[in-house]
């Protein structure tokens, strides 16, 4: 059987959470898509599991005019990934695009909950669907955990990926799997 799974990144968790490890003192690894305050990502995320990736949807609010907002969605929507589906060869390989959803705000220091409304929303529409298996959510913001348990008693299981700093141990608990994000982002620390 063939395990359908929709992703849902949390872009300004995933690259605050970045930033910050980065800030104190650790070595990013090779195969980061990067922009400041915008993206973070590496082709690793989707080889940590066999499923079939319906899609991956990347939340993240921008300050700027529309031309800004428009070079935001093209870049991320340029950042492609690859995963095996279940029972096909291992040397079969598919791809896709990060699918972008981005939210204006008014300036950069301005908060906003556009990401976690709509991201919230767009999980519990896709845990409805008989046809998926599996959310795959990017974030480790403690606010979702009463997403993940909901999800879960619908019968859906929840995997999780995100960054040791600012992770809510009890949303990595609720998770039926967990990608630690640290791991693929950079260079193991010295002993």
Not at 164 to 172: A, D, E, K, T, V
Request: aromatic share 10%.
């Amino acid at each position: 059987m063939t395990h359908r799974l929709m992703g849902f990144a949390d872009g300004e968790n995933l690259v605050a959470r970045y930033q910050a490890i980065v800030k104190a003192g650790r070595t990013p690894r090779a195969g980061i898509e990067y922009e400041k305050d915008v993206l973070v990502w590496h082709e690793e995320i989707t080889e940590q599991f066999v499923s079939d990736v319906v899609r991956l949807s990347y939340y993240q609010t921008v300050s700027g005019d529309d031309l800004k907002l428009e070079e935001i969605h093209e870049r991320i929507t340029g950042v492609r990934f690859g995963y095996s589906p279940e029972n096909q060869d291992d040397s079969i390989t598919y791809s896709g695009s990060l699918y972008p959803r981005i939210f204006k705000k008014e300036s950069r220091s301005a908060k906003t909950k556009s990401v976690d409304i709509n991201l919230t929303i767009d999980v519990l529409r896709h845990a409805a669907d008989p046809r998926i298996d599996i959310i795959f959510l990017l974030s480790g913001d403690g606010d979702f955990l009463p997403l993940a348990q909901e999800v879960s008693r619908n019968g859906k299981q929840v995997w999780l990926a995100a960054f040791s700093s600012g992770l809510s141990r009890r949303l990595r608990h609720v998770a039926d799997e967990f990608i630690d994000l640290d791991e693929l982002f950079f260079e193991p620390e010295a002993t």
